[in-house]
């Protein structure tokens, strides 16, 4: 969708919306998809976006078990798979298996009737299949904690084995070596410990010339000495060599399986891409639970019809402190474009078009809706809004100059497939001017089989509104008795902007 200014996303707080969404994500591609929400304008994206969103909201609702437990951010992971040469680690290995075992459980979920009922969800692992071979691959080398098997080559095993026997040694070697020491009074408190690798004994310094072997350091306080006896150095040698023999056919190992798996690092990106869709449809399932979200009906044309919506960050505000948030009805059609919404000040004309606006753009984003579930949404290819106060010092325009650089850009551009919204039409002017030009904009705007909301205090555009055939009166209902805005749209006749009566109210004296 075209947005017209940029700040549209922002004055319609469209920013906000992708924040809270952005919440509910747990991997990293949910969320970046979330930042950059897009606005689809083919009526297919946005049926698959919506209906795949009220499945997983059903789910949830009916507390249904969809297993997509693992959300796994693998994007350096798979980029190195894909890398001749590159070795992933056991760790690595490990979340690569949990990516194809979470695969694996969603194809299981998917039985005949669920395929059905969920086909928008199923969509996403369609066209894709499940490859058992990865987990095999993985389960030959490595365990649960991502070590590599002793099985996983032969001269792994062989190696391992001899590292066993010969620790095993050493060990007992040393226990011999301890107990002689101790009865000899040399060992300090902690007795033995290892250091550069190897097996030492602590002796107190005074004794360090008493016991043969290699000197590898001492204590902060210099009163312990670190020694290798001379008895086990060919031992801390053989296991120090085993060790690094170790080390190369591990290396060796996780190379090859790398390899192996490389050639399925396509697929294992189209899984890490599926679980991120999964994650994203769950996110803008639960953030519909928090706005009374619904699935309205979808035409593939321009068109609005709207019953009891609410402004989803009004209503999540308005719930924190126990307010009601009073909904909206509107409808915007073929023999009604253009609604004319006057009325007092603070009475809620702005609040109601950036409602229409704001979900407007939830809807072709795949948002399910705060609306009755009978609303119906048409598609736009351009939303267009001019709202506040737009004066730019950087370019010494007026309010009322910068205006009408904002009107001359929605007749030249609006067309049928256009949605605008403009606050105070034609103000910051001479009111006789000002509301000849406004009725001008409309018109052309009207020629343009554009639809939008306008609001104003002009009484020229309020008769205008009462005459031509596609442009019609709205009000925002005010409380003349308690002087009071009641926040509620009335379609059909004009609003009065009880100028006197709240002067009256605030205590002006009548005169």
């Known amino acids: 969708m075209k947005l017209y200014p940029v700040s549209a996303v922002v004055q319609l707080e469209f920013d906000k919306i992708k924040d809270l969404l952005v919440a509910h994500c747990q991997g990293h591609y949910a969320q970046e998809k979330a930042k950059e929400l897009r606005i689809h304008t083919h ?41 001749d040469g590159a070795v992933l680690q056991g760790d690595d290995l490990i979340q690569i298996r949990k990516l194809a075992e979470s695969i694996e459980k969603i194809f299981r979920w998917f039985n005949e009737e669920r395929k059905v009922a969920y086909s928008g969800l199923f969509e996403l692992v369609q066209h894709t299949h499940y490859e058992k071979a990865i987990i095999e691959l993985i389960d030959e080398v490595v365990d649960d904690q991502g070590n590599v098997k002793d099985a996983a080559s032969e001269d792994l095993k062989e190696i391992r084995l001899n590292l066993y026997r010969k620790r095993t040694e050493l060990r007992r070697m040393f226990d011999r070596i301890i107990s002689k020491l101790n009865k000899q009074g040399y060992l300090a408190e902690i007795e033995e410990s290892f250091m550069n690798g190897r097996r030492v004994v602590a002796i107190f310094a005074e004794y360090k010339r008493a016991v043969k072997g290699v000197l590898h350091g001492e204590s902060d ?35 090859q399986l790398t390899a192996k798996l490389s ?19 769950r996110a803008k399932a639960k953030f519909a639970a928090d706005i009374n979200g619904e699935y309205p009906v979808v035409h593939d044309k321009a068109f609005v019809h709207l019953v009891n919506a609410y402004h989803p960050l009004l209503y999540l505000y308005n719930r924190k402190t126990d307010k009601k948030t009073i909904p909206v009805s509107i409808s915007l059609d073929e023999s009604r474009r253009i609604l004319v919404i006057s009325g007092p000040n603070a009475g809620g004309k702005t609040v109601t078009m ?3 606006g704001l979900l407007q753009m939830m809807l072709q984003s795949g948002l399910l ?129 009880y100028t006197f009566s709240i002067a009256e109210r605030i205590g002006l004296e009548k005169d």
């Open 43 to 83: 009526k297919k994206f946005v049926d698959t976006d919506l209906r795949q969103t009220h499945e997983f909201k059903q789910l949830l609702t009916n507390g249904i078990y969809f297993p997509n437990d693992y959300i796994l951010n693998l994007a350096k992971e798979l980029k190195l798979l894909s890398i």
């Open 221 to 255: 306080s210099r009163k312990t000495t670190f020694i290798e006896p001379e008895e086990t150095m060919h031992l801390n040698n053989e296991i120090s060599d085993l060790e690094n023999q170790e080390r190369k056919e591990v290396y060796r190992i996780l190379r």
């Open 263 to 281: 050639a399925y690092a396509p697929l294992l990106n189209v899984y890490h891409a599926v679980l991120g869709e999964y994650d994203f449809a």
């Open 354 to 356: 950036k409602t229409i």
């Open 369 to 497: 809706v705060p609306v009755h579930p009978s609303s119906e949404f048409g598609i736009f290819k351009q939303l267009m809004i001019h709202i506040g106060d737009t004066q730019s010092l950087e370019f010494e325009l007026s309010t009322y100059s910068s205006h009408l650089i904002h009107m001359k850009h929605f007749m030249e551009n609006a067309n049928g497939k256009t949605l605008f919204f403009i606050d105070e039409l034609g103000s910051g002017s001479d009111p006789n001017l000002g509301g000849a030009f406004a009725e001008v904009i409309l018109l052309e705007l009207l020629r343009k089989h554009s639809f939008g909301i306008v609001t104003t205090h002009y009484l020229n555009l309020k008769i205008m509104a009462g005459k031509t055939s596609g442009i019609v009166n709205g009000a925002m209902a005010f409380d003349e008795k308690k002087l009071q805005p009641q926040y509620q749209l009335i379609i059909g006749k004009p609003g009065s902007s």
